[in-house]
């Protein structure tokens, strides 16, 4: 028994390792480091083309269950994070080259894995799981797009945050510090008053964007929002979302100052950091004037700038199962954020119940069929719901998991409730996901 992965990113690498620890033979097809696409810098499998982070890391968040379910069943690339893992507070954040080169050495040592680099134009014959990622090659998009015809044409805009060197961060203007002295002191904090964030949103919503061929703001996905495209919205805008200081007090004064871009810490050296939020497509020359307004960043060095680009994902509710397998044409599956699943651990977690399901298929073995009060379950049945008549890219939340039967006062207090109910499940299923 052999499977085909095409794709060695979050989703293509734990579809893969899942696959080959039941015994299935695999072929890894990765079109690196023959060809690359404008996000990916390294040669590494599971590149994190834009932040570092996983997101939260609590039960009481989605995505924090998300983690703690995958981490329970064996996953590979939660092993990895947590053994690559940097201070972030109540947020997994990785250093994201030792993160990639341990999932790239894990998958390539695996006996039952056969990697074969460069680019995939068609699709194999036998089982195949497309894990090809939002940056699917023109050539295989293509051919995708004459076997699933106008479902397949779907698009969003992603976007990715600036580097700094830590050593180029003005600490005179700056402090270490988390929300409400939660956790350690993880984020590099940088204040502005009332008068700089002015001059600052100014700059921002008048700076000029780099060409982007058919960007309209519409088809941003919000939770990669460029902050220009978020200052538009509004003076007031980012003073909500990623410049907002409630929470954190500025050692100097004792008081929230008027607005806060915060720095989280990229490698495990503490050598790199990115602007938490500040996603953009705007031209270099641009990105190092404006951001550079930051009082703390004014002599900043831009290891990295912010790039924009293309994400291609299906249309899955008519396309895809709850196994993410192609209804007319059950030897293809998909994993990855080409499902319409977004964020890392959502598309780590569809490759892996791709990889998990596939190989029980193939060894006569009955489906685990997640149920929707996991929230492994909950994605892939949110994927592939027919009802579904506007799909957009989605997150892991707990308002596409079953309420609780019973009423429980206050929203972190339920969503505790919620995630314990889960991981019961998770304990239950264990013996047998893991055979």
Known sequence: MNVTVIGAGLAGSECAWQLAQRGIQVTLREMKPEKKTPAHVTNDFAELCCSNSL??????????????????????ILACADATRVDAGGALAVDRHGFAAMVTERVKSHPNITVIPGEVTDIPAGEVVIASGPLTSDALAERLQGLLGADSDLHFYD????????ESVDMDKAWFGSRYDRGTDDYVNCPMNKEEYDAFWEALTTAQEAEVHGFEDSKVFEGCMPVEVMARRGHDTLLYGPLKSRGLDDPRTGRWPYAVV??????????????????????????????????????????????????????????????????TE????????????????ESAASGFLVGVETARRLTGKPPIDFPQETAIGALALYVSNESVTVFQPMNINFGIIPPLDHRVKGKRNKNAELSARSLDIIDRLKGEVCQ
């Open 330 to 345: 059950p030897r293809i599956s998909f994993a990855g954020q080409m499902t319409g699943v977004e964020g890392y651990v």
């Open 262 to 327: 915060q720095l989280r810490r990229d490698n495990a050296d503490g050598t790199v950091y990115n602007l938490v939020g500040f996603q953009t497509h705007l031209r270099f020359p641009e990105q190092r004037r404006v951001f550079s307004m930051i009082p703390a960043l004014h002599d900043a060095e831009f290891l990295r700038y912010g790039v924009m680009h293309r994400n291609t994902f299906l249309n899955s509710p008519r396309l895809l199962d709850r196994y993410y397998r192609l209804k």
């Open 159 to 166: 976007a990715a945050a600036p580097l700094v060197s830590a």
């Open 55 to 76: 997101r939260s890391d609590q039960l009481e968040n989605a995505v924090g269950l998300l983690k703690e379910e995958m981490r329970r069943l064996d996953s590979l």
